[in-house]
C-alpha cells in the first residue's frame, strides 16, 4: 500500500510531461499535412517514359495558334 503513494505522483508527473510534448508537437507543425506524404509515394517522378521538355506548354505541337 505504500508503493501507491509512491507510484500516483510519478504516474501524475509523466501523464503531464506527456500531454506537454503532445502540444508541443501540435504547435510546432509535427500533426500538419498528414496525407501529403502518403499521397507523394504513389506518385512517380522518375518515370523514364516522360521527358520535362514533352511537358512543357510551349513545346507542345497539339496546341496551335489560330494565326496558323
Not at 500538419?32 to 506524404?37: H, I, K, L, Q, S
Not at 517522378?45 to 514533352?54: S, T
Amino acid at each position: 500500500m505504500d508503493v501507491i503513494y509512491g507510484l500516483l505522483p510519478g504516474m501524475l508527473l509523466l501523464g503531464l510531461i506527456g500531454v506537454g510534448v503532445f502540444f508541443w508537437a501540435v504547435r510546432s507543425g509535427q500533426y500538419d499535412d498528414m496525407e501529403g506524404a502518403a499521397n507523394r509515394i504513389l506518385l512517380d517522378d522518375d518515370d523514364p517514359l516522360l521527358k520535362p521538355e514533352a511537358l512543357s506548354p510551349q513545346n507542345n505541337s497539339k496546341t496551335k495558334s489560330v494565326d496558323e
